[in-house]
């Protein structure tokens, strides 16, 4: 694979300073769109929650812009040699949630335990799980070189560890997080030259495997049968579409749409973008998908131009994980896959989803900074340019 041509970093500032003004607006965006959905949930005592949703939210967009903004200035090169260490760490959290004797810190809610909870501090380790997958990926993939193209020395380690942590995941249970974490390494993997022979064959066993899944989980089953039999099928799906239709091209206004007043479940998170039609319409929808395929340009952009092997295979992920999020989510709202509980990156309700893409973008933000530039030897922070 040859080596991008390298330019001086004038001709490449404007690509990142993009990216960061297009993640600003989906966050604030963002931010509007939980206060907006959640503002008629109402707790068990009847007190409605919008106002916190919404505060949590920033809280999230505040530590997590601060993350990006100290990520984007280091330099990302020294990911490598924390490559395992990250991962450990992120499988460590992963076995805490699924050890019988953790459920004071690891609680179950609505049958899954997928969180930690210390007090006020509540993270998701799955959503972890895809940085760390993407960075341990993009490391071994740049040491291994043109072995990757080769199954015994080159996919099978891949194979082993993408197969424990999707294992994990799937364990709390999160089918669809365990899917979309195996299919972001398999990207990168893919990013770094492995045969699309290999892909294929490791498709078709992934397939097999989880129809196997789905069978053995009674409601996976269930959600897999209500999508091949339309929308009415699901009340979810059905009100999710007909939110989606109400908007017509203008939408009903901010805050004015009716199917978060108790017909839509999860309107803030899992069906946000139900939402987002209903209240802004199809010119809002087309707005927000534009944004997402703008993020994903300068991202592809930035992978493209990245200064070495191991930047170009991550921002590769970093802006694979945004944009395949971004389409499972709408195509879940638009009935076009079955249910999946994947949040939209940047918009939908969710600290943990919303820091960790903020720290993937700083990642990026970094990877776009270096292009043009000298490897910094030793913790120095580098100076603007």
């Known amino acids: ?126 959503e972890l799980a895809r940085l760390a997958v993407i960075i341990w990926c993009a490391m071994l993939a740049t040491k ?75 409601y996976r089953a269930d959600r897999l049968d209500k999508f091949l039999n339309g929308a009415e099928g699901t009340s979810q799906i059905y009100q999710s579409l007909v939110g989606i239709g109400s908007g017509q091209l203008f939408g009903v206004g901010f805050g004015q749409g009716q199917q978060k007043l108790g017909y839509l479940p999860y309107a803030y998170s899992d069906f946000i973008f139900s939402t987002i039609g209903e209240e802004w319409g199809f010119l809002g929808v087309l707005l927000l998908v534009l944004l997402f395929g703008i993020f994903c340009w300068l991202g592809f952009r930035i992978a493209r131009t990245a200064a070495d092997p191991f930047g170009r295979y991550l921002a590769t992920g970093l802006t694979a994980a945004v944009g395949v999020t971004a389409v499972m989510h709408m195509a879940v709202t638009l009935n076009l896959m079955p249910t999946t509980g994947l949040t939209l990156p940047f918009i939908s309700f969710g600290r943990s989803s919303l820091v960790v893409s903020l720290v993937g973008t700083g990642i990026l933000l970094s990877i776009g900074r270096m292009r043009g530039k000298p490897e910094v030897r030793g913790p120095k922070r580098l100076r603007d340019g």
């Open 144 to 218: 291994k070189g043109d072995q990757v193209r080769e199954f015994k020395k080159g996919v099978m380690p891949f194979l082993v560890v993408l197969a424990f942590v999707s294992l994990l995941i799937l364990l709390q249970p999160n089918m669809s997080m365990a899917v979309l974490v195996a299919l972001l390494g398999g990207i990168v993997l893919f990013a770094a030259g492995a045969k699309i022979g290999h892909f294929l064959l490791l498709g078709l066993g992934a397939v097999i495997g989880g129809l196997q899944l789905i069978q053995m989980a009674g």
């Open 1 to 126: 694979m040859t080596e991008p041509a390298i330019r001086h970093p004038g001709e490449l500032r404007w690509e990142t300073r993009l990216l960061a003004v297009v993640t600003a607006t989906l966050v604030v965006f963002g931010i509007a769109m939980v206060y907006g959905a959640s503002s008629m949930v109402r707790t068990r005592g009847g007190g409605i929650v919008g106002g916190s949703y919404a505060l949590n939210q920033f809280i999230g967009a505040l530590a997590g812009g601060l993350l990006m903004l100290i990520v984007a200035r280091l330099d990302y090169r020294w990911l490598r040699p924390l490559a395992w260490p990250i991962l450990l760490g992120t499988i460590a959290l992963l076995i805490v949630t699924i050890l019988p004797f953790t459920h004071a810190i690891a609680p179950a809610r609505n049958g899954a335990r997928r969180w930690i909870e210390l007090g006020p501090f509540t993270m998701q380790p799955s």
